[in-house]
C-alpha cells in the first residue's frame, strides 16, 4: 500500500537528499549534475532540484561549462569556495589561531591569524574577536558561520567546556556562544580531537571510513572514535579522555589534578618536559624541534621514553576499539618519521596481535585549523538534515 507523504514528511525527504547531495559534491569536488546523478543514486529530477536549492542557499556554486565528448556542455557544481565562506578558531594552550576559508574547506597560510594565548578569558574572546573581525572584512559573500576547537572536555547537555586540563582559563566556559554575541554569526563549538576526526573523514584520507580514530599527541593526549560513522560521545559527548588513564602511581602532576596521567608522559608535551629539564631552560615547541633535528643523539633517552608511553597509548586505542585506521597527530615524534616509525616498531610490543593486524597506523595529514573548520562544516550539514544510512 502506497500513501501520501505529510508536507513534514516531503520537507524532511527533500532536505535528506539535499544533505547527500551536498555531502557526494564534498567528498568528489567539483562535479557535473550528470556525474551527482550517478554517484548519488538519485534520480536526475531529484539531482537538478536539490541542486538549485543547495545554490539558493548559498552553499554550492557553478563553475563555466566544460566540454562534454556527447551533448551539451555541462555546468559543474561544487562547493560555494568564493561566494561564502567560514571561519575556524583554534584555541590551545600556548598559542590561538583564526582561519577563513571557502566551504570547500581550502585553508591558506594568507588567511590564517596567529597570536599567544592570553591569560585571562576576556583577553582571549577580544582578541578572538579583532582577528574574526580582520578576517571577515576580507572575505566576500555571506560568512555561513564559525567553528570554534577547543581543548577539554565539553559536555553537550551543559553546552560548556566543564573542564580544559591544559587551559583552566576555559574551564565553565563557552567561547563559541560569546563569541556569536558579539559577531552575529552562528558559532558551533568542538573539541579538537574531534575536530581532527571530522577533518580526517571531509578532506584527508579518512573519506569513505566508518570505523576509525584519531588520537592527539601534541599538547593533551585526545582520543577521537568514528564508529559506524558517529562519533562515540558517551553520556554528555566527554568521551574519549584516555590521556587522563594513571600509568605512573607517583608521576608529575597532571593539568586535571591527577599525577602521573598517560597524557603527562605521552605526549609532545612530555618530550617538551623532559628535553628542558635536560638542557635547564624552558623551550617552545619550535625551538624543541631544532634542537632535535641537530642533535637528536643527545636526547636517546627522553625519545625513547616518550616513544614507549605513546606506543602504550596507540596500543590502548587499538585493543580497545579495533579501529580499522588509527590516525595519530603530532610533531615532534608523530610528525617526524623516522621517530614515528621507532614509536610503531614498540607498539608491535604492546598491541594484541590480531587487534595489530586489522588496523593501519599512519598520521594525520590534516590540521587543528582545518578541523575547526570541518566542524562547523559538519555542523551546517547535519543542522539541515538527520543521516540517513
Ligand atoms: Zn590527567
Redesign the pocket.
Known amino acids: 500500500m502506497t500513501t501520501i507523504p505529510t508536507r513534514i514528511e516531503s520537507t524532511l525527504l527533500r532536505r535528506i537528499n539535499e544533505r547527500r547531495l551536498l555531502e557526494a559534491i564534498q567528498r568528489h569536488g567539483p562535479s557535473s549534475r550528470a556525474m551527482l546523478t550517478r554517484v548519488s543514486g538519485l534520480t536526475a529530477p531529484t539531482v537538478s532540484k536539490a541542486v538549485d536549492a543547495l545554490l539558493k542557499r548559498g552553499l554550492v556554486e557553478e563553475l563555466e561549462p566544460v566540454e562534454q565528448a556527447l551533448g551539451r556542455p555541462g555546468k559543474l557544481v561544487r562547493m560555494a569556495a568564493e561566494s561564502a565562506a567560514v571561519l575556524g578558531v583554534v584555541i590551545d594552550a600556548a598559542t590561538c589561531c583564526v582561519v577563513a576559508a571557502g566551504l570547500d574547506g581550502q585553508v591558506t597560510e594568507q588567511q590564517t591569524r596567529r597570536f599567544d594565548t592570553p591569560d585571562s578569558y576576556t583577553d582571549l574572546i577580544d582578541a578572538l574577536e579583532d582577528q574574526c573581525r580582520g578576517l571577515l572584512a576580507s572575505v566576500t559573500g555571506k560568512t555561513h558561520g564559525i567553528g570554534v576547537s577547543v581543548p577539554g572536555l565539553i559536555n553537550d547537555r551543559l553546552e560548556e567546556i566543564v573542564f580544559s586540563?591544559n587551559l583552566h582559563a576555559l574551564d565553565k566556559r563557552n567561547p563559541a556562544r560569546d563569541l556569536e554575541k558579539r559577531l552575529g554569526i552562528p558559532c558551533q563549538l568542538v573539541q579538537e580531537t574531534d575536530a581532527l576526526c571530522l577533518s580526517e573523514r571531509m578532506y584527508g584520507d579518512a573519506r569513505g571510513l566508518e570505523d576509525f580514530a584519531v588520537l592527539d599527541a601534541a599538547t593533551g593526549l585526545g582520543l577521537s572514535v568514528m564508529s559506524g560513522g558517529r562519533l562515540l560521545a558517551g553520556h554528555s559527548g566527554m568521551a574519549g579522555e584516555v590521556?587522563?588513564i594513571t600509568v605512573a602511581l607517583d608521576g608529575v602532576r597532571?593539568?586535571?589534578?591527577?599525577r602521573g596521567?598517560l597524557?603527562?608522559l605521552a605526549t609532545d608535551s612530555a618530550l617538551l618536559r623532559l628535553l628542558a629539564e635536560k638542557v635547564g631552560r624552558p623551550l617552545d615547541a619550535d625551538h624543541a624541534a631544532a634542537l632535535l633535528a641537530d642533535r637528536s643523539a643527545d636526547f636517546q633517552h627522553e625519545l625513547r621514553t616518550v616513544g614507549e608511553y605513546l606506543a602504550i597509548a596507540i596500543a590502548t586505542v587499538i585493543n580497545i576499539f579495533n579501529p580499522t585506521t588509527l590516525f595519530v597527530h603530532g610533531r615532534l615524534l608523530a610528525g617526524a618519521p623516522d621517530r614515528f616509525a621507532r614509536v610503531l616498531e614498540r607498539v608491535k610490543q604492546r598491541t594484541l596481535t590480531a587487534s595489530l593486524a586489522d588496523c593501519t597506523i599512519v598520521t594525520t595529514r590534516s590540521s587543528k585549523r582545518q578541523g575547526a573548520i570541518a566542524g562547523i562544516m559538519h555542523h551546517l550539514t547535519n543542522a539541515w538534515a538527520p543521516t540517513v544510512r
Do not use: D, I, Q
Not at 597532571?254 to 591527577?258: A, E, M, V
Open positions: 586540563p590521556g587522563h597532571c593539568g586535571c589534578g591527577n596521567c597524557e603527562t
